[in-house]
């Protein structure tokens, strides 16, 4: 996971308010499951400025960061390999009702769903029942 800090311009690319701002959401992770020592970087930008995003920025600007540019760390970030037999992953594309009945369209990511089981749609928590499966 790449945790993206921007508008370091704003705060004059501090240190302390990197720290702050790691320090809030480094918990948080956590408690998601992930990571935080060898899973997880953490990277300075500044978007409007395009600093420390294709390239690292300059140590004058920033001399207490140490990483490297936002897609520097994109590049070394390894792609996951598909388990049929994992749990689902389906990004939601879109979603409509009509007559009665709920659609979802979206890419399968991981996982695998068979006609006439039951998901669980998160965050809502609702249950689904797969009635169809239209692949186009």
Request: aromatic share 10%; hydrophobic share 30%.
């Amino acid at each position: 996971m790449v945790v993206i800090i921007n508008k370091m311009d704003t705060c004059e690319w501090k240190q302390d308010r990197y720290d702050e701002i790691r320090g809030l959401l480094t918990p948080f992770l956590k408690e998601c499951g992930f990571d935080t020592e060898n899973k997880v970087s953490f990277v300075p930008i500044s978007g409007q400025e395009g600093l420390n995003v294709s390239e690292k920025i300059d140590s004058k600007t920033c001399p207490w960061y140490s990483g490297g540019s936002l897609l520097e760390i994109f590049d070394k970030v390894p792609i996951p390999t598909r388990d049929p037999a994992g749990p689902v992953r389906l990004p939601i594309l879109d979603k409509f009702t009509d007559d009665g009945k709920f659609y979802i369209y979206g890419k399968l990511e991981n996982g695998s769903i068979q006609f006439d089981s039951e998901k669980l749609l998160q965050p809502s928590g609702k249950r689904l029942h797969i009635k169809m499966i239209y692949n186009s």
